[in-house]
T-cell receptor
Framework: AQSVTQPDIHITVSEGASLELRCNYS??????LFWYVQSPGQGLQLLLK??????LVQGIKGFEAEFKRSQSSFNLRKPSVHWSDAAEYFC????????????FGDGTTLTVKP | DVKVTQSSRYLVKRTGEKVFLECVQD?????MFWYRQDPGLGLRLIYF???????EKGDIPEGYSVSREKKERFSLILESASTNQTSMYLC???????????????FGDGTRLSIL
């Protein structure tokens, strides 16, 4: 069975500082990997996805993530955080044979200090 | 762009009522999902459907049922609402295996349901 761990429940960074959100997954083969963002009172919006090929993936809003097979990780990064990035972030893993299902981590809440 | 519409943003119901949450998508996706989201617990899958009239239980199906009579519509039913079903409910869709397999899920804005 696939699973996702987001070790950090809550992270606080200063505006303009760099950001890294951690994600570790468990899956027997090469998975599909996703990062979503959820603003308060909204649904989840896709930031980026990894299917195959280049392990460094670029997404929307200046985010990127790197797939590291040896570490079973897919960490999300942004070089300079903006106040509008404050939100909850979810990492998800999908199986290639699993009819669109994904398993989600518990989420990391990002607070941005002025 | 995929649009997933949930019929209500906020809903207040009473204990014991039968509650219907509706979700409609406009992208011809085969898969549809219902999650509930609670603080500290992330997203938990209640039910999903991979075709009309087809459904499978997710991780927490107890107290819920679903209906998918048309491809674009997926309904979540609380048979007899209880206070512990107060939560945010999220609907999502995704292409199926015969479509663009492995694509991300697309989410509605959620329904915040309060059971009094």
């Amino acid at each position: 069975a696939q699973s996702v761990t987001q070790p950090d429940i809550h992270i606080t960074v200063s505006e303009g500082a760099s950001l890294e959100l951690r994600c570790n997954y468990s899956y027997g083969a090469t998975p599909y990997l996703f990062w979503y963002v959820q603003s308060p009172g909204q649904g989840l919006q896709l930031l980026l996805k990894y299917f195959s090929g280049d392990t460094l993936v670029q997404g929307i809003k200046g985010f990127e993530a790197e797939f590291k097979r040896s570490q079973s990780s897919f960490n999300l990064r942004k070089p300079s955080v903006h106040w509008s990035d404050a939100a909850e972030y979810f990492c998800a893993v999908g199986a290639r044979t699993n009819a669109g299902k994904s398993t989600f981590g518990d989420g990391t809440t990002l607070t941005v200090k002025p | 762009d995929v649009k997933v519409t949930q019929s209500s943003r906020y809903l207040v119901k009473r204990t014991g009522e039968k509650v219907f949450l509706e979700c409609v998508q406009d992208m011809d996706h085969e898969n549809m999902f219902w999650y509930r989201q609670d603080p500290g617990l992330g997203l938990r899958l209640i039910y999903f459907s991979y075709d009309v009239k087809m459904k499978e239980k997710g991780d927490i199906p107890e107290g819920y049922s679903v209906s998918r009579e048309k491809k674009e519509r997926f309904s979540l039913i609380l048979e007899s609402a209880s206070t512990n079903q107060t939560s945010m409910y999220l609907c999502a869709t995704a292409p199926g295996l015969g479509q663009e397999a492995g694509q991300p899920q697309h989410f509605g804005d959620g329904t915040r349901l309060s059971i009094l």
